[in-house]
């Protein structure tokens, strides 16, 4: 199978997995098999796929250097951007189903829940990541493109503050899914530090964030 064709393939792969809980909502929607609450059901849906798919975004880059799996970066862009979409969605429910656009109620959520604020810094940083990530700003902003994506990192540990303070009581998965981040930032510091090392390296845009 040539270059070309793997890029296809796990693209389109990463199109399937990536769609699959939205296709699942829907679906079950339609069949009256969604629970008594279904805009709650989607709100905690769409919040834990956006911080899988995240997680999963930032993986991409350490399987690639550890397996010389290549073709993987492909796949970089386009689940940030699944991520910033059930991200968006998310936030969507919130505002409109769950708080009514009632902004005085929701600026009062902000200011007084902890789990709110770490959710609403999330998807702050996440916007300007998702609005840089086009070909053109990478141009445009050279290295450093480079240094605002690093912020991604914090992004998607207030998302899974947001994630783990908005479990009842079982927080299994975000502590798994926490596991999993701490891992791949201690392999980004390893690398910075073997960088260091070696006296350092010019590094390529829109291939650190990550």
Same mark, same amino acid.
């Given at each position: 199978? &040539?270059?070309?064709?793997?890029?296809?393939?796990?693209?389109?792969?990463?199109?399937?997995?990536?769609?699959?809980? !939205? =296709?699942?909502?829907?679906?079950?929607?339609?069949?009256?098999?969604? &629970?008594?609450?279904? =805009?709650?059901?989607?709100?905690?849906?769409?919040?834990?796929?956006?911080?899988?798919?995240?997680?999963?975004?930032?993986?991409?880059?350490?399987?690639?250097?550890?397996?010389?799996?290549?073709?993987?970066?492909?796949?970089? *862009?386009?689940?940030? !951007?699944?991520?910033?979409?059930?991200?968006?969605?998310?936030?969507?429910?919130?505002?409109?189903?769950?708080?009514?656009?009632?902004? $005085?109620?929701?600026?009062?959520?902000?200011?007084?829940?902890?789990?709110?604020? $770490?959710?609403?810094?999330?998807?702050?940083?996440?916007?300007?990541?998702?609005?840089? &990530?086009?070909?053109?700003?990478?141009? +445009?902003?050279? *290295?450093?493109?480079?240094?605002?994506? +690093?912020?991604?990192?914090?992004?998607?540990?207030?998302?899974?503050?947001?994630?783990?303070?908005?479990?009842?009581?079982?927080? +299994?998965?975000?502590? !798994?899914?926490?596991?999993? !981040?701490?891992?791949?930032?201690?392999? +980004?510091?390893?690398?910075?530090?073997?960088?260091?090392?070696?006296? #350092? &390296?010019?590094?390529?845009?829109?291939?650190?964030? #990550?």
């Amino acid at each position: 199978m &040539s270059a070309r064709a793997r890029a296809v393939a796990l693209k389109t792969v990463v199109w399937a997995v990536c769609l699959a809980p !939205l =296709v699942w909502s829907v679906w079950r929607f339609v069949r009256g098999e969604a &629970s008594v609450d279904p =805009v709650e059901e989607w709100l905690h849906r769409s919040g834990k796929t956006a911080v899988l798919i995240l997680v999963a975004s930032l993986a991409v880059t350490p399987l690639r250097r550890w397996f010389a799996w290549n073709v993987l970066q492909k796949s970089r *862009r386009l689940l940030g !951007l699944f991520a910033f979409f059930y991200a968006v969605a998310h936030v969507g429910v919130y505002l409109y189903f769950e708080q009514g656009l009632a902004w $005085s109620f929701i600026w009062e959520d902000v200011v007084e829940r902890p789990f709110i604020l $770490s959710g609403t810094l999330a998807f702050a940083l996440l916007v300007p990541l998702a609005v840089t &990530s086009t070909k053109g700003w990478i141009r +445009r902003l050279g *290295r450093n493109w480079v240094r605002l994506h +690093r912020l991604v990192y914090v992004a998607a540990a207030a998302a899974l503050l947001h994630y783990t303070w908005g479990q009842k009581a079982d927080i +299994r998965d975000p502590l !798994l899914v926490a596991a999993v !981040l701490a891992a791949l930032m201690a392999a +980004r510091v390893w690398w910075s530090v073997q960088k260091r090392s070696r006296g #350092g &390296s010019r590094v390529r845009p829109g291939s650190a964030a #990550g």
